[in-house]
């Protein structure tokens, strides 16, 4: 091949870095059995090709290329801490005799989803959880991370540290669990993937980071290819969720950055690609019949995305899904939804007597959607200075972070129409 | 990314180490950073004299004033700083973390450099507007 220039070849390294620190990280975990290591010596392997590339033009396969400069890198941390510290040395002799062992693409992807077991592991605090997956798995920085959680990279940093030193200490093995837990695993992973993409749903900049990431992950545990015991109908239903409700992002908001709800969206800005694969997936999904909580709310964002306004939004499906899912997973705020969907199928009133009765139960009173779903009800039943003081309720009880603002801007435009 | 690594030490327990144990100290923590430099994460570093060397400089009643020795009085000395290259915070830590210097209890305090360029971009044009006037 021939030797490309310095600045093209360190624009490949990068993009490269993107696309593959996750696979070979997870090989090289695998292979050192220590994540810390492991970080390092593909940290070091990248700062090799950086250095050897420009001299030696792009080696035939790249990835192998880096994981063996990897394996390298290692083998000179563990000679060096050996020099201080004689436990190390039985490590950098094992790892030494496996050198020559290369692994196999099929391998690789499954070292992947490996990893992502152990960043979802249930012994980790579900923050530890979010961060060292979108660090180790996604390959994204801390300060990327802290960025789009509102936190100090400081605050964020100590969360991977700390995450760290649980698997460390627990001794978590690097594996996928056995066929007898691995529902209950699964579902972990599935909920580290959700809360991801509803971190990411609200702000729009770095919002848009977390839900491609969250995306990329579902597609990554369905695509493994010898993953075939993850072939869970809720992996789809979650994927197909995540796209349904991705869907809309351009809709989202005005280009003032203003908050706009599902009724009054320009449907034409829905991306239809998106809803198309995720519509499929859904169907897939609800033939299986072993479907759970994802599939159901993805079914429900399906006839969303099928309407082509509020108004003809088959709404008497929606409330029966929503029967279904409050019996698989009872919740207060699926019923405050489905009251919504009550309220667009039956009418107002009886939406309204519903959200009344979840607010007298008193676990959502302090919930600033659900006073802001009853003060919408209020102005359609042309009840204003009802529906004025609930939205000033929701607005009383909205969090006051940057996150938050679309929706505190929403309820004090909706308050001055009121007045 | 840059992360400067201020490090502290406490001068009285080196003073209680023999001259071999202080030679071993030194060694493990120069090797370790010749290892930085090799991996391409050294980004520069200096060690700093003792804090009695130290003379402060602030403003008081109007005027620059001076005074002998560091600005704080702690048990810890600011021993050294290190500009280190680092992907992001956490492999900045990780780096560290092996840093033989902590195991012979010298503390760390890792901080990501500071972008000054908009602000200075700011200031000239500032300055620019004060002498074109």
């Known amino acids: ?39 390092e010596a593909m940290h070091e392997a990248f700062a090799a090709a950086l250095e050897t590339w420009p001299q030696t033009g792009l080696p035939d396969k790249l990835r192998p290329w880096l994981i063996s400069a990897g394996r390298f890198k290692a083998i000179d941390v563990m000679r060096r801490r050996r020099r201080f510290d004689d436990a190390q040395s039985d490590l950098a002799l094992r790892l030494e005799a496996r050198i020559n062992e290369a692994p196999q693409e099929e391998e690789i992807e499954d070292d992947r989803l490996r990893l992502i077991f152990t960043c979802c592991h249930p012994a980790l605090p579900p923050e530890g959880q979010v961060a060292l997956t979108l660090r180790e798995v996604c390959g994204l920085t801390t300060e990327e991370i802290a960025r789009a ?47 991801v993409f509803n971190a990411g749903y609200s702000t729009e900049a770095t919002g848009a980071v977390l839900s491609r990431e969250a995306i990329r992950l579902g597609r990554l545990l369905l695509d493994v290819p010898g993953a075939d015991l993850l072939r869970e109908p809720e992996v789809m239903g979650l994927l197909g969720l995540m796209l349904l409700q991705e869907s809309r992002r351009a809709a989202r908001n005005s280009a003032e950055g203003e908050l706009i709800l599902l009724d009054r969206q320009d449907r034409s800005l829905w991306n239809r690609d998106q809803i198309a694969e995720g519509i499929a997936l859904t169907e897939n999904a609800l033939r299986s019949r072993r479907f759970g909580a994802y599939t159901l709310q993805a079914a429900i964002a399906a006839i969303h995305a099928e309407a082509s306004s509020a108004v003809s939004t088959d709404w008497r499906q929606i409330t029966l899904l929503y029967d279904r899912l409050i019996r698989i997973q009872p919740s207060p705020v699926v019923e405050l939804n489905r009251a919504v969907a009550i309220a667009m199928y039956e009418g107002p009133e009886q939406g309204l007597s519903l959200i009344d009765d979840l607010l007298a139960r008193e676990e959502l009173a302090g919930y600033h959607l659900a006073h802001s779903a009853r003060a919408d009800l209020c102005r359609r039943l042309g009840r204003f200075s009802e529906a004025r003081a609930s939205y000033e309720k929701a607005l009383s009880l909205a969090r006051q972070d940057a996150r938050h603002e679309p929706e505190r801007r929403f309820l004090l435009g909706r308050i001055e129409e009121l007045k | 990314m840059k992360y400067i690594c201020l490090g502290y030490y406490e001068p009285a327990k080196h ?9 071993a100290m030194f060694d493990e923590c120069f090797e370790y950073d010749d290892h930085l430099r090799a991996n391409g994460h050294w980004a520069g570093g200096e060690a700093l004299q003792p804090s009695e060397t130290a003379l402060t400089l602030y403003w008081k009643n109007g005027k620059v004033a001076t005074t002998d020795g ?53 200031s000239q044009e500032r300055r620019r507007k004060l002498t074109a006037r």
């Open chain 1, 1 to 39: 091949m021939l030797p490309n220039a310095p600045e093209d070849l360190s624009r490949i390294i990068e993009t490269l870095y993107r696309s593959e620190s996750g696979r070979i990280l997870a090989t090289l975990v695998r292979l050192l059995g220590d994540l810390d290591l492991a970080e």
């Open chain 1, 149 to 195: 959680f509102l936190v100090t990279p400081a605050t964020l940093a100590q969360r991977i540290v700390r995450a760290k030193a649980i698997i460390r200490d627990k001794a978590i093995p690097y594996q996928v669990p056995a066929l007898l837990e691995l529902s209950a695993r699964l579902g972990a992973v599935l909920q580290v993937v959700y809360l």
């Open chain 2, 15 to 23: 003073a209680g180490m023999t001259e071999d144990e202080r030679n």
């Open chain 2, 70 to 122: 560091p600005y704080t009085e702690t048990k810890e000395q600011l021993g050294g700083i290190l500009v280190l290259e680092a992907r992001d915070m956490n492999h900045a830590i990780q780096l560290m973390a092996q840093h033989p210097a902590v195991k012979y209890g010298s503390i760390f305090e890792i901080r990501p450099s500071g972008d000054l360029n908009e602000m200075m971009k700011a």
